[in-house]
């Protein structure tokens, strides 16, 4: 087939890939300027986007491998372009400037980035399934990963996890051809996959059990073949036999000068993402080993009575959907059923991997499971395809109806929760309505207890464009800032004695926030608690903002879902948020001395 005849023949599920993108982008990008110009998720606020503007200043090493630095330099480049209006070269001490006064665009950029890599994903999936089987599972593949409310969700945040769509589907792909065509090419595809994963996450480098189980099997199967006499297929061999040992003849030379590039290419791809973590190795593993004992010692304060393998299995319920997990668990059975065994191994090593590792760590999130994603939706495309096929009632004409019908249907939950929420984050945060009402009704360098639940920035005095006032603060931190210098999670210092201490101190101001005391409530922390009673018996709520819609009644607090939007009943972004005046205080303004707030037994800052 001529070129011309071939873009002819893709031009139709290319036009829907594009229809598909531009609403995905739409979802992902309007209203990314939510909170803005705070940033209230952590993680973002923390880990990427402030490093891609420090490194403005001349040093490339962003001094963080908590995460890996690929998302971080794509940001860096972008803000280079960006503020240099097309010349990623000069002085930017003026971005380094702008971020420490009104970070807002410099957010947007990140936010649009996120989602921009994560159309590129969509993109890469549907060219895998479309080689593995047909356009029409690249298609439905696509739609599962382009509108699953988690990927949605990760796209709209300037955070790294969506970078690992592109590189784990492209690793799945080369795995399969491993085990069934052989070749040097695809083991360098895989090892430059993997380490691309490796550059976005870590714990995305699982996915190279696919290529070397690829390996492995193959490996078997000549084992085998030599055994009982066997003829095995040509390496090269155009599509798989449905015994799904197909390719298994790789000369064993070929295998083991494969596994070497392999693991050249996988060093050298994640090398170029992250070059200091070898060239600022201590650091680096420093960093590192904090990270893993965080993960897998002591349980996240108020995820103590989780069970991690419900978690992530509950969470593809909502953040992948029902009926794309149905399909995907179906399409594994058919594919097992079509004697594409092999294929169902290499797609489902990964995900089954990674759920493992995670479900046996002591904190729980379910977008540290979103590097799984490529392989149920590319097990969830062909699921739906094949039933098609298998409804002897329609024919060749109607199965793209067909197909384009079931891709709707699976995809509609999905759907309906990313317009949902995308609405939800057009209103104001609860956080900027509550920060608006204080600073209308008390004075400046106000006395008060802010549930740790927003960024330093809250706190200072701004002017009407969103530049702050030198050596000038809205409300003093006090309190929390000595709790958060001692490293002691907030809900753990909490306790009765804790409101004695802020009447003594002047702080008769107390703002909770349901994102924080939700963590003492699912944590049963009876000091906590205690304190909560106490506070509301001795004192007068003088505030009150809800995130959630007139009558639709507060969630219960949980790690994902408080902070995504999915229910139906938010309304606006933020927590539930109430500020109260405590009785028989006199309230105190100004900075206070350092160490006010520290906890009892964590010793004085």
């Excluded at 969830?380 to 079931?406: D, E, K, Y």
């Excluded at 920060?435 to 009704?441: G, I």
Aim: proline share 5%.
């Amino acid at each position: 087939m001529s070129r011309p005849d071939r873009l002819r023949a893709e031009a139709p599920a290319l036009a829907l890939l594009l229809l598909m993108l531009a609403v995905g982008l739409f979802l992902r990008i309007h209203n990314n300027d939510y909170g803005l110009p705070f940033v209230y998720y952590a993680d973002e606020g923390s880990h990427f986007t402030n490093r891609a503007v420090g490194m403005l200043g001349g040093d490339a090493n962003p001094h963080y491998f908590q995460n890996p630095s690929a998302f971080t330099y794509i940001v860096h480049v972008a803000l280079r372009f960006y503020f240099g209006h097309g010349w990623p070269f000069g002085d930017f001490q003026h971005v380094i400037d702008a971020y420490g006064e009104v970070p807002t665009r410099i957010y947007e950029i990140g936010r649009t980035m996120a989602a921009l890599v994560c159309a590129v994903g969509i993109v890469g999936i549907y060219f895998v399934g479309r080689a593995l089987w047909s356009r029409a599972v690249g298609l439905v593949s696509a739609a599962v990963l382009c509108f699953a409310f988690l990927i949605v969700a990760y796209s709209r945040i300037a955070v790294t996890d969506v970078g690992t769509l592109l590189p784990v589907a492209l690793a799945l792909w080369c795995a399969v051809r491993i085990h069934e065509r052989g070749g040097l090419r695809w083991y360098a595809g895989a090892g430059a996959a993997v380490g691309l994963a490796v550059g976005f996450k870590y714990t995305a480098g699982l996915v190279v059990l696919s290529p070397l189980l690829a390996v492995a099997l193959g490996w078997h199967a000549r084992r085998e073949a030599n055994r009982t006499g066997a003829r095995l297929p040509p390496a090269d061999a155009a599509s798989p036999p449905r015994s799904g040992l197909a390719g298994v003849g790789t000369p064993g030379r070929e295998a083991l000068l494969g596994l070497g590039l392999m693991l050249v290419l996988a060093v050298a791809v994640f090398f170029v993402t992250t070059p200091y973590f070898f060239l600022d190795l201590s650091t680096a593993e420093h960093q590192l080993r904090h990270q893993a004992d965080l993960a897998g010692g002591l349980s996240k304060y108020g995820q103590e009575h989780d069970n991690g393998f419900l978690y992530y299995a509950w969470s593809l319920t909502w953040g992948l959907g029902w009926l794309p997990l149905a399909a995907a668990l179906g399409g594994l059975v058919l594919m097992v059923r079509d004697g594409q065994r092999a294929r169902a191994v290499l797609l489902a090593i990964f995900p089954l991997a990674m759920y493992l590792y995670l479900a046996t760590q002591q904190r729980y999130f379910g977008r540290w499971f979103l590097p799984a994603y490529p392989a149920f939706a590319l097990l969830a495309g062909f699921g739906a395809v094949r039933a098609i096929a298998l409804v002897r009632r329609i024919g060749p004409r109607l199965a793209p109806a067909a197909i384009a019908v079931l891709a709707g249907v699976l995809v509609w939950q999905a759907v309906a929760a990313d317009f949902r929420s995308m609405a939800v984050l057009g209103h104001t945060d609860t956080r900027q309505v509550a920060r608006d009402w204080l600073e209308e009704h008390q004075r400046q360098s106000l006395r008060i207890v802010i549930e740790p639940g927003v960024p330093a920035r809250y706190y200072w005095k701004l002017r009407s464009n969103g530049t702050h006032v030198p050596r000038r603060k809205q409300f003093v931190r006090g309190f929390i800032r000595d709790i958060s210098e001692t490293r002691i999670e907030y809900g753990r210092t909490l306790s009765p004695a804790v409101i004695d201490r802020y009447r003594k101190s002047g702080f008769c101001l107390v703002m909770t926030m349901s994102l924080i005391r939700g963590r003492s409530v699912n944590a049963r922390n009876p000091k906590a608690l205690a304190y909560y009673d106490r506070l509301e018996r001795e004192s007068k709520k003088i505030f009150s903002v809800s995130p959630f819609r007139f009558n639709a009644g507060e969630d219960k607090f949980n790690f994902d879902l408080s902070y995504n939007y999915y229910s139906p009943a938010y309304l606006r972004p933020g927590p539930q948020i109430d500020v109260y005046r405590l009785d028989g205080c006199t309230q105190g303004y100004g900075q206070v001395e350092q160490g006010v707030g520290t906890p009892e037994g964590a010793g004085t800052s």
